[in-house]
């Protein structure tokens, strides 16, 4: 048998096995240890402290439950938790301010790293830029506009050649 029939081959079921369905009682402990993960993470605790908590193999894998909890969420929701986030983050900076003004090297370490996590909760720290239709001229768009450009030139120098720079 060819690796392509054995990949085809059907092992018996239609779908998600017992264990991976999402209404068997493994499924909704899953669920709700996610939903957990997600309240942790609001409450502000670390992933790692909380992978430890509730028994996820890593930090990042306590994470990667985190965001499919979040992309399974209506957007409306999301929207609200970044609300309660962001929230937090300039309760959190307010506080630090005045140590921060008078040169607390501890307070403006740690105002740094929330003004970071703020700007990655917010999407400030994206290196993309936003598309500016203003600026997004095609080459053709600007060789043309650069021959308009010409033109004026040398209509004002009267017939004069344009000189080099």
């Known amino acids: 048998m060819s690796d392509v029939t054995k990949r085809k081959k059907s092992r018996g079921g239609q779908g998600a096995t017992r264990k991976q369905s999402p209404t068997s009682p493994e499924g909704i402990a899953r669920l709700q240890r996610d939903l957990k993960c997600v309240q942790l993470r609001k409450s502000g605790m670390h992933w790692h402290a909380i992978a430890n908590e509730l028994h996820y193999s890593s930090p990042g894998h306590a994470h990667q439950r985190f965001m499919a909890v979040l992309a399974a969420y209506p957007r409306e929701d999301i929207d609200t938790c970044r609300d309660i986030l962001n929230d937090r983050y300039e309760a959190m900076i307010h506080v630090l301010w005045p140590k921060v003004l008078c040169g607390n090297l501890s307070a403006i370490d740690r105002a740094t790293r929330l ?37 004026e030139l040398r209509a004002r120098a009267g017939g004069e050649p344009i000189p080099d720079e």
């Open 115 to 151: 003004c970071e996590a703020q700007a990655k909760l917010l999407g400030a720290n994206r290196t993309e830029r936003p598309e500016r239709p203003e600026l997004s001229a095609s080459a053709a768009d600007l060789d043309a506009a650069l021959r308009a450009l010409e033109g």
